[in-house]
């Protein structure tokens, strides 16, 4: 992995100003853990395993309900654990005014390094603030805080890839470069105010809108703005009355709906049970994300196509390897210095790989690769 000078120099100022917001803080801070000042080039582990003794880390997740965050969670926890980490998970039932109180505590509590996952882009400002001023490091988890500069690291999934890798499985899926007939596709985004959610959305249209253009595509509801098309909180009942008032409206005379591409697994679930109760033409080709176990079961049976498939082990040792870093002072890995800016200037990130599974692969990316078990997906 690339290390970079200019994250070197970050790190290195972002250490030294977290050792001295330790000194006021109420954490349980081993100061034998300082930092050296410059780069260090010792390998991973030992920058890990010599910051990490008395080290509180904040984990804040936005939901339990969502089963991905509840797999984020745990295998930060036990991967920070493993590291010697003293760790305060928290998840916040999605609601903004909770995990706003959470960060916050963490912060009081004297945790040294946040890692977040934010319900809401913009909402963490207060808690933002107050972590810029102890100087603890923020490391933002798979999605953007925006409109902070507390924010040290990002480290997420390519998410413009994502959608782009859902748009060109349609692409290939229906042959749509040659295709000689019309497709009628209908689209389910994520929650807008998820700086992911307009990502995903964009990667996949800037592979479809050729389609829609020349016709090859019908969008017959009209609706292709993400504004039109978004869907909050990516909760299931809201994509579900959503597909529901679609279906009714432009395909109960019969017209085949070809194409569903939702954005992820919560969102392709309520499009699901929607076509399962009002649809009784061609199944169409569905799109998603997350790999969730109903979405996985979904896709044995056939009613879902294709799922983004996010290693969440691979995101979370990437962060538990970034803590370390940050905290030894050593450069930190990032791969990506010029897609996220979140308002106030480009955040370091780096961006794991998305990759998607379907019926054909996903007992290698899945099963074999100890993900899930076999019985999970009964
Ligand atoms: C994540 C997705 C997830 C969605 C809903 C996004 O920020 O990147 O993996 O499906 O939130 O929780």
Same mark, same amino acid.
């Given at each position: 992995?690339?290390?970079k000078?200019? $994250?070197?120099? &970050?790190c290195?100022?972002?250490a030294?100003?977290l +050792?001295?917001?330790?000194g /006021? $803080?109420?954490?349980?801070?081993d100061t034998s853990?300082?930092?050296?000042?410059?780069?260090?080039t010792a *390998?991973?582990?030992?920058?890990?395993?010599?910051?990490a003794?008395? /080290?509180? #880390?904040?984990?804040?997740?936005?939901?339990?309900d969502?089963?991905?965050w @509840?797999?984020?969670?745990?295998n930060?926890?036990?991967?920070?654990?493993?590291?010697?980490?003293? #760790?305060?998970?928290? %998840?916040?039932s999605? *609601?903004?005014q909770?995990q706003?109180s959470?960060v916050? @505590?963490?912060?009081n509590s004297?945790?040294?390094?946040?890692v977040?996952? =934010?319900?809401?882009?913009s909402?963490?400002?207060?808690?933002?603030?107050?972590?810029a001023?102890?100087?603890i490091?923020v490391?933002?988890?798979?999605?953007?805080i925006?409109?902070s500069?507390?924010?040290? %690291?990002?480290?997420?999934?390519?998410?413009?890839?994502v959608g782009?890798?859902?748009?060109?499985?349609?692409?290939?899926?229906l042959?749509?470069a040659?295709?000689?007939k019309?497709?009628?596709?209908?689209?389910?985004?994520?929650?807008?105010?998820d700086?992911?959610?307009?990502f995903?959305?964009?990667?996949?249209?800037?592979?479809?809108?050729?389609?829609?253009?020349?016709?090859?595509?019908?969008?017959k509801?009209?609706?292709t703005?993400?504004?039109? #098309?978004a869907?909050? =909180?990516?909760a299931t009942?809201?994509?579900?009355?959503?597909?529901?008032?679609? &279906?009714? $409206?432009?395909?109960?005379d019969?017209?085949?709906?070809?194409?569903?591409?939702?954005?992820?697994d919560s /969102?392709?679930?309520?499009?699901e @049970?929607?076509?399962?109760a009002?649809?009784s033409?061609?199944y169409?080709?569905?799109?998603?994300?997350?790999?969730?176990?109903? @979405?996985v079961?979904n896709?044995?049976?056939?009613?879902?196509?294709?799922?983004? +498939?996010? *290693?969440?082990?691979?995101?979370?040792?990437?962060?538990?390897?970034?803590?370390?870093?940050?905290l $030894?002072g050593?450069?930190?890995?990032v791969?990506?210095?010029?897609?996220?800016?979140?308002?106030?200037?480009?955040?370091p990130? %780096?961006?794991?790989d998305?990759?998607y599974?379907?019926?054909?692969? %996903?007992?290698?990316?899945?099963?074999?690769s100890g993900?899930?078990?076999?019985?999970?997906?009964q």
């Open positions: 992995m690339k290390k000078l200019l $994250s070197a120099l &970050l290195g100022a972002m030294a100003s +050792f001295v917001g330790c /006021t $803080s109420t954490a349980t801070t853990a300082e930092p050296a000042a410059t780069e260090d *390998d991973d582990a030992a920058d890990t395993s010599s910051a003794t008395g /080290t509180k #880390v904040g984990v804040a997740m936005p939901t339990k969502l089963q991905r @509840n797999q984020d969670g745990a930060m926890q036990s991967e920070l654990e493993a590291a010697g980490y003293e #760790v305060d998970l928290q %998840y916040a999605n *609601d903004v909770t706003l959470q916050e @505590n963490m912060i004297g945790c040294n390094v946040l977040i996952a =934010a319900i809401e882009a909402s963490l400002g207060e808690a933002m603030d107050m972590a001023e102890a100087g490091p490391i933002a988890y798979d999605r953007l925006m409109d500069d507390a924010v040290s %690291y990002y480290a997420t999934f390519d998410n413009y890839k782009t890798v859902q748009g060109e499985y349609i692409e290939k899926t042959d749509l040659n295709a000689d019309t497709f009628t596709m209908e689209i389910t985004a994520g929650d807008p105010g700086n992911n959610a307009s995903f959305y964009q990667g996949a249209i800037d592979v479809l809108q050729k389609y829609i253009d020349d016709g090859t595509i019908v969008v509801s009209g609706q703005d993400f504004a039109d #098309v869907t909050a =909180a990516w009942e809201n994509a579900q009355s959503r597909m529901e008032n679609i &279906l009714s $409206s432009y395909y109960a019969g017209t085949n709906l070809d194409i569903a591409l939702c954005s992820n /969102t392709a679930l309520g499009v @049970n929607a076509l399962a009002n649809y033409g061609e169409p080709i569905v799109t998603g994300q997350d790999c969730d176990i109903e @979405n079961k896709m044995i049976a056939g009613k879902q196509s294709m799922s983004i +498939f996010k *290693d969440t082990r691979t995101l979370a040792s990437q962060v538990v390897k970034m803590v370390g870093q940050i $030894s050593s450069t930190v890995d791969n990506d210095e010029e897609t996220y800016d979140n308002g106030t200037g480009i955040i990130s %780096y961006l794991c998305p990759v599974a379907d019926k054909d692969n %996903y007992k290698e990316l899945l099963i074999d993900y899930y078990t076999e019985d999970q997906l």
